[in-house]
């Protein structure tokens, strides 16, 4: 949905602020510039004899052009409707939305100029003026008031491209670009006047433009799926551009290639509509302005992308979460703002504890840190990663569990994309129900404690060889004291293994990110909280050092 929502906006935004923004704003500029009158057939000899330094000095600035009519296409479609009342008439002279539908549905799409007097061009229909309703109604005025037509000639515009499109549809011939006659380039008559529309231009401009990089961003968000590259191929393909981004899988090294590029793309973007494009100049050409106005734009996007991400993640990062006085007293609090304070002597309300959703996410496969730390272990006889993803309040982690040590300990890692770190924890289960928790010193939520039930310690050993081990003593230690064994995990279990750790963490620090969390009972399949007995099938705990796969441990 992300997907098809962004590429719809991002679309519309390309054509309020490419196509009409930009040739509004642009047309707004050049009309300020003094114009050089002209005669039409002297106009017309110097385009056709294809003089480079001729048209060059042609383009520079607007121009007058005298001695030039036209058919006006708008009493060509009313000569056709002569059946149609006097209102239906005055309703077309007047609506030009009404106008153009009528233009597109005859195929009309350009109007030829012709001289005054009526002598045959040598070129051919080497001069034309655009059928677009804005354009004609200019013309006739100035046709009206001076005898004469006042604006710019170019070789493409945006009424050209749809100009193009309308004959695709009705020919089915594709033949976008500018066009020739006998062999010599053809070109648009645009007018333009005094009376400013860059106003109009320059809101059309900046929400063509806001939307554009909006609609990226949010179509670049969405994971593309089957329908969606059956559907919206297009948009599907446009939302790759977001994949080192998605779920939190960047880093702040990858946030940075991101703004980098967005620097690029606006620096390139500027040159393209400025240098290439002569936006604001007579010689305008608008295809580059277009270029010039995307890339500013989707540069936009990828910065508003690399920010969102990295507050996407964890948006409050920089919030306490727990309860901490803003006063001094209850007298100091505003009355407003007493409802939402604890009163004298209690605690923040303390709310149930859930467990965070576990998801698999095989379209994401492990990548980075969180990959080699899982291969790390896989080479020691744990088992393949699986690519999982926590669903907490606060972000999105990748994360991986795997089984090994004979099937006695459970490792569990996140990636902390924050902060471009792997966080880490072993689990292992004795007989008689108490858990054994080990965590690396980058742990986002610190935590240690001993009891009957649960022992929790915080190793700073980074690398993973040195962490088992320590993690083994410690099973080791905890079950010649209990005179217990260590319960065996199958690969259906994992899951509940780790969700069981931190309900049973959230019980000992009685918060659970930064807030006060009421932890009740609860069953993981065999396993419980609080921690019982297990009376099932059991086996011996490894000893720390020892092989994980040889058939003489695969015995205990």
């Given at each position: 949905m992300r997907i098809l929502f962004g590429g719809l906006m991002a679309t519309a935004g390309l054509m309020i602020g490419g196509f009409f923004g930009v040739d509004l704003v642009h047309q707004s500029v050049v009309s300020s510039l003094q114009p050089e009158p002209i005669r039409y057939v002297d106009l017309v000899q110097q385009l056709g004899s294809q003089?480079?330094?001729?048209?060059?000095?042609?383009?520079?600035?607007?121009m007058v052009l005298h001695g030039v009519s036209y058919l006006d296409p708008v009493q060509r479609v009313i000569d056709r409707e002569f059946?149609?009342?006097?209102?239906?008439?005055?309703?077309?002279?007047?609506?030009?939305?009404?106008?153009?539908?009528?233009f597109w549905e005859e195929g009309i799409t350009?109007?030829?100029?012709?001289?005054?007097?009526?002598k045959e061009n040598p070129y051919g229909t080497l001069l034309r003026l655009s059928a677009n309703p804005v354009h004609v109604k200019l013309a006739n005025d100035q046709l009206a008031a001076n005898g004469a037509l006042t604006g710019v000639i170019r070789r493409y515009g945006p009424d050209e491209f749809f100009g193009d499109v309308v004959t695709y549809q009705r020919a089915g011939r594709l033949e976008f670009g500018p066009k020739q006659v006998q062999?010599?380039?053809?070109?648009?008559?645009?007018?333009?006047?005094?009376e400013s529309r860059a106003e109009?231009?320059?809101?059309?401009?900046?929400?063509?433009?806001?939307l554009l990089a909006a609609g990226t961003a949010i179509c670049a968000s969405g994971g593309p799926n089957l329908?969606?590259?059956?559907?919206?191929?297009?948009?599907?393909?446009?939302?790759?551009?977001?994949?080192?981004?998605?779920?939190?899988?960047?880093?702040?090294?990858?946030?940075?290639?991101?703004?980098?590029?967005?620097?690029?793309?606006?620096?390139?973007?500027?040159?393209a509509l400025l240098v290439l494009g002569n936006f604001g100049k007579a010689s305008g050409v608008w295809s580059f302005q277009l270029l010039g106005f995307t890339m500013i734009f989707a540069g936009l996007a990828a910065s508003i992308?690399?920010?969102?991400q990295k507050f996407a993640h964890n948006p409050l990062a920089a919030v306490e979460l727990a309860y901490t006085p803003e006063y001094s007293s209850i007298d100091d609090i505003p009355r407003w703002d007493r409802s939402a304070v604890p009163e004298k002597g209690t605690e923040p309300k303390a709310r149930e504890y859930r467990d965070d959703p576990l998801m698999a996410v095989a379209s994401i496969p492990l990548t980075g840190k969180l990959k080699e730390q899982a291969w790390k272990l896989s080479e020691i006889g744990f088992s393949e990663a699986g690519s999982l993803q926590w669903q907490r309040e606060e972000y999105l982690a990748s994360a991986s569990i795997q089984l090994g040590c004979q099937n006695v300990v459970v490792s569990e890692m996140e990636y902390d994309s924050a902060n471009d770190q792997v966080s880490w924890q072993l689990i292992s289960v004795l007989s008689s129900g108490k858990t054994i928790i080990s965590l690396s010193d980058n742990f986002r939520e610190p935590c240690t404690g001993n009891s009957d039930e649960a022992l929790i310690q915080q190793i700073p050993a980074q690398d993973s060889a040195a962490m088992l081990t320590k993690h083994l003593e410690r099973v080791v230690s905890e079950a010649e004291q209990q005179n217990a064994t260590?319960?065996?995990?199958?690969?259906?279990e994992i899951r509940n293994v780790a969700h069981l750790s931190h309900r049973i963490m959230a019980g000992v620090r009685g918060t659970s990110g930064g807030k006060p969390v009421r932890v009740s009972a609860k069953s993981y399949g065999r396993f419980d909280y609080p921690p019982q007995p297990i009376n099932t099938p059991v086996v011996a705990p490894v000893a720390p050092g020892a092989p994980m796969s040889t058939p003489a441990n695969s015995a205990l």
């Open positions: 003089d480079d330094d001729a048209i060059q000095s042609l383009t520079k600035q607007p059946n149609k009342d006097d209102d239906h008439i005055a309703e077309l002279r007047k609506n030009q939305w009404l106008q153009l539908r009528r350009q109007v030829d100029l012709s001289p005054v007097d009526g062999e010599v380039p053809a070109w648009t008559f645009v007018p333009v006047s005094s109009i231009g320059l809101v059309m401009f900046l929400l063509g433009g806001l329908f969606a590259w059956i559907l919206t191929a297009p948009f599907a393909l446009l939302s790759l551009v977001g994949y080192p981004l998605r779920y939190g899988r960047g880093t702040q090294l990858t946030r940075l290639a991101y703004i980098g590029a967005s620097a690029l793309l606006c620096v390139g973007g500027v040159g992308g690399a920010i969102a260590t319960v065996e995990f199958n690969l259906q």
